[in-house]
């Protein structure tokens, strides 16, 4: 599988004296769905926006197809679309009007651009919104624009910042439909979220994080095997082995067993 | 312990002026303060020469209303009040009578200095004129307007429905204009109709909100906007959304631009113009110009050279409002997360702002153009548009540019 991005080493936050992150690395391949997981505070938004090119990492480096931001910047961000954690819409622009400024922005002809953005407006169900401000939209509409600005522009690989927080249950539905669809056609999405049991469900590898530190990565049995638990096929046992391994309970088993609280 | 309301307006009006000083400050080292003296003092120098030979035919009541009916209905409100007050202060709506009262004397006093400055004005024309009302009367007439207009813009914002608000101020509006002619033609009947028209409107029985909360976090939340608006134009401020207005009718500017990617970002700051408060006050400072143009270059001012620099003050007062559009989307992530150069988003400002002041200069000098050419002073005229064209032209992208490459990143 060719690697869409590679972190290697990546150590980085908001000063230098005091990193956030520490010797991170990973890959997220062709065609993979990989889950981002950690506590709130986990360094998870940093490493995003290391990724993204808004940080200059300390040590280390990150390519998206093969290049850093420094060698090709105009090729690195093209590859790349950014779904943020809270939606960032420009107040002067409407609903179809964002569709246009990605669209141009990404290069997407045009003919692929009408086409794409009337199946994504229909696909949400934005349709009848195409002409609002984002003053007008609900949170969770808002969220709507970012995912199908993301989609629009059909990048090699898609970073996502927790996307489910204000969707309403149809909207999840078409987003994971739309994800699933952009990975079967070869791209990749690396997606922060809390929301385990869709993270499970959905993503091909994960990746936890704690306190700025990669402390499991891989498939779900390599995330099982690191948190000191039996391969376990039932649903649900990617929050178990989180929980253990967050809270230090990874090879101790017992006591924490059928803790469910939230982690948001 | 919870502080009064009372105590709370104090609070934060007073914050709000502490943190406004510091930009009054770099706005009086800009230089502003300078020519707007110089603009008055020629102001007053022509507008004496205009009382001492008044044209027979001059439009003295038409002047009246235009200089009176903003002062007299113009009834904005100064609360303070902010989103979280939904949460924090609304529980304590009983209190808020004493709160609002605060708000309608800070505002009251300052409208009523403005109706006051306003005769000041315009009352030594009216008597240039051989206006037929006593003065005495004029005054008394206007303040007591003002005070009904004070009460009654409230009783409209407290009403239920946009749409009704929206013809009760309509309706303020044009009685009192009609009225204030009327009252410049003495015939005091028609003022007094507009005083019931207004008694109507403080006495009306459709639905209301004893606070419209929503209405005024809105409309405080606005005035915060210009304010940051007018002093980003003299010092970077933290800035907050912008305030939106579609605008249909200049929409075709946005429409013209074609689908590249090169001109996504000149699509963006089209469309950050068009539609932000910028462009509103753009508008307003471009008619104030053709308004202001217009008198000066009827009467010629100063053989056509005051003339001249009237409009050259505006054309200048333009360019200093467009400054704000470099500062739009500054923070914006997308402008490092899109595969834009930097350099396109900065040539891309530089396309919007040339555009506009040149539009803005060309529609300014209309008046110059068709006043001072007529009486022989076309030299005035062309000279003024080239100084203005140089300006807009060469003088201004020079100093736009320097701007933005001087505060290349914040992040």
Known sequence: MDSVLTVKGLTGGYSPRRPVLHDLSFEVGAGEMVGLIGLNGAGKSTAIKHILGLMQPHAGEIRIGGHTLAEQPDTYRSSLAYVPESPLLFDELTVEEHLRLTGMAYNVQESLYEQRSESLLKEFYMAPKRGAFAAHLSKGMRQKVMIMNALLARPALYVIDEPFLGLDPLAIRSLLDKLVEVTKEGSAVFMSSHILATVESYCSRFIVLHQGVIVAQGTLQDVCRAAGMPEDRSAGVLEEAFYRLVTGKANGGGEGAHHHGTFG | MERSVDALWRSRSAAFWRESMP????????????????????????????????????????????????LVCWSPLRTWLREADIVFLVPREAEMPAYIRRSMRYNGMAGIAAVLIGCAAYLPLYHAGNGRTSL?????????????????????????????????????????????????????????????????????????????????????????????????????????????KTRRYAAWAAKMIAYRKSNAFFYLYTQTLIRTELGGIL?????????????????????????????????????????????????????????????????????????????????????????LVPQGYALQAVAALAVALIYVLALRPKSVKRKMSADPEED
């Not at chain 2, 020519?35 to 009246?64: D, E, H, K, Q, S």
């Not at chain 2, 033609?185 to 507009?194: C, G, T, V, Y």
């Open chain 2, 136 to 244: 005495f009367v004029v005054v008394l007439a206007v303040l007591l307007l003002k005070l009904l207009h004070i009460v009654a813009a409230w009783r409209e914002r407290q009403i239920v429905t946009a749409g009704s608000r929206r013809v009760l101020r309509v309706l303020r509006w044009a009685a009192t204009a009609l009225a204030i002619a009327a009252l410049l033609k003495a015939s005091l009947l028609i003022l007094f109709a507009n005083c019931i028209v207004l008694l109507a409107i403080i006495y009306n029985r459709l639905p209301r909100y004893p606070i419209p909360w929503l209405t005024l976090i809105e409309e405080e939340r606005r005035t915060r906007r210009r304010y940051t608006l007018f002093f980003s134009a003299f010092a970077d401020i933290p800035t907050e959304p912008a305030w939106v």
């Open chain 2, 23 to 70: 930009y009054f400050r770099y706005m009086a080292q800009s230089g502003l303060p300078g020519v707007i003296i110089m603009a008055l003092l020629a102001g007053i120098t022509g507008y004496g020469m205009l009382l001492r030979n008044l044209p027979a035919n001059f439009p003295v009541v038409l002047v009246g209303v235009i200089v009176l009916t903003p």
């Open chain 2, 283 to 371: 508008l307003r400072l471009t008619a104030l110009g053709l308004f202001t143009g217009w008198l000066a270059a009827y009467e010629a001012l100063w053989a056509g050279w005051g003339s001249a620099g009237v409009y050259l003050l505006f054309v200048w007062l333009t360019g200093i409002q467009l400054r704000a559009l470099a500062q739009a989307h500054r923070h914006s992530v997308w402008r490092h997360v899109y595969p834009l150069p930097e350099e396109t988003r900065q040539s891309a400002v530089l396309r919007v702002d040339r555009r506009a002041s040149l539009l803005c200069a060309l529609v300014i000098w209309l008046p110059q153009c068709i006043w």
